[in-house]
């Protein structure tokens, strides 16, 4: 067996998370609510700016995965969740292993906690090209599979924001990245899908980035 798959390695990840989904802007899932319109369908993508499984570097490297649920998933009330998931191209055949440790719930920390609430069915799993860019202020997030998946957004902005000011959330109830980090939000000025069954286009719904900052196994 090779490291990255053994159960116990300690593993840490760093970077940026967003999303995009159908629901109005504000999200309700990040405030642990039903999803505006009784069921969601969404982008979620990762940047990992630093992290490593055991010596296996992952710097600098994309994850993507695509979801869609019914119900509110905080509550343990939703049904038939499904995803699927997109590893970077430019990972080596040990990074894949241990990003699939990490994101598969096996290795721990936050991804097994939130995987054991949410439950979903994997409808597929490819690796692929991925582009994910965030503005340095957060006046926009995107990324890309190309002919697949494209996701953007713009910081939300309104008359009585201060220039250059961001709309941020703390402390919240339903963060998808777990607890400690600051949520931003944005509108998607993009979000369409067509995957492993997945197919949507939305447009000037909720969009929100946060930072992530993961450890495991424990």
Request: hydrophobic residues 40%; negative net charge.
């Amino acid at each position: 067996m090779t490291e990255q798959a053994t159960p116990g390695t300690s593993w840490h990840l760093a970077g940026d998370w967003f999303d995009a989904c159908k629901c109005a802007i504000p999200c309700p899932c990040t405030f642990a609510q039903p999803p505006t319109y009784g069921d969601c369908e969404g982008v979620m993508a990762w940047h990992i700016r630093e992290g490593n499984f055991g010596d296996v570097r992952l710097d600098d490297i994309n994850v993507l995965m695509l979801v869609s649920f019914e119900g509110n998933a905080w509550a343990g009330t939703h049904k038939e969740p499904y995803a699927a998931i997109f590893l970077d191209e430019r990972a080596d055949d040990q990074q894949r292993a241990a990003l699939g440790s990490i994101f598969g719930g096996e290795a721990g920390g936050w991804p097994a906690e939130f995987g054991s609430m949410f439950h979903p069915e994997m409808r597929g799993m490819d690796v692929v090209p991925i582009r994910v860019e965030v503005d340095e202020d957060l006046a926009a997030w995107r990324a890309e599979i190309p002919g697949r998946v494209t996701a953007a957004a713009e910081a939300l902005t309104g008359p009585t924001t201060p220039d250059g000011a961001r709309v941020q959330l703390l402390n919240a109830p339903g963060s998808e990245v777990g607890t400690g980090q600051v949520a931003t939000w944005g509108r998607a000025t993009v979000d369409r899908a067509d995957a492993f069954g997945f197919s949507w286009e939305h447009t000037g719904k909720s969009s929100k980035y946060f930072p992530f900052d993961w450890s495991g196994p424990d």
